[in-house]
């Protein structure tokens, strides 16, 4: 099964070691990746555990669980500058009640106790509902058009 993160690498070898604790990401990249597949298997002990010490206070499991409800994660798309190892932009497509959304975001992380976390991020201006053409190609990198693709799911 190919990983949630659209990285084109089976779930096994990319993000399900990370999710399961036998690895520890190596890169903020990585462990923003491996949030996103997180999200998308409802993993929310996972994403709790990785955000900094600092930002962890004041959440909880079923915060988290709650502002997830109803949501669908099903595709990634990062633009990383390699010459900032700490600072990870991406853009999440998601579903909600049968419409189409999009995050946009601009991630900071921190190296804590030897480990990758998330700290903050910065939401662009075009978050929010997008209407994906059904005959472009789909956001997840498959090489499907939309329609016959994620937005299957839509249905």
């Given amino acids: 099964m190919r990983c949630f993160c659209c990285s084109s ?55 988290l669980k709650e502002s997830a409800t109803g949501t669908h994660w099903f595709a990634l798309t990062v633009k990383n500058d390699a010459s900032a ?31 990758w976390r998330y700290h903050d991020g910065e939401l662009h201006s075009d978050c929010g509902k997008v209407k994906l053409g059904r005959n472009l190609p789909c956001p997840c990198d498959s090489g499907k058009k939309f329609k016959q693709c994620c937005g299957k799911k839509l249905s």
């Avoid at 298997?41 to 996972?46: D, I, L, P, R, V």
């Fill in 9 to 63: 690498l089976p779930f096994s070898s990319c993000c399900e070691p990370y999710l399961s604790g036998s690895k520890k990401p190596p890169t903020a990249e990585a462990l923003m990746r491996s949030r996103f597949s997180a999200y998308a298997t409802q993993n929310y002990q996972y994403v709790l555990d990785t955000y900094s010490a600092q930002k962890r206070v004041g959440l909880s499991l079923d915060n």
């Fill in 85 to 115: 190892e700490d600072i990870v932009e991406f853009t999440a497509f998601y579903f909600e009640s049968k419409q189409c959304f999009q995050l946009h975001e601009t991630s900071r992380f921190i190296i804590e106790n030897g480990e």
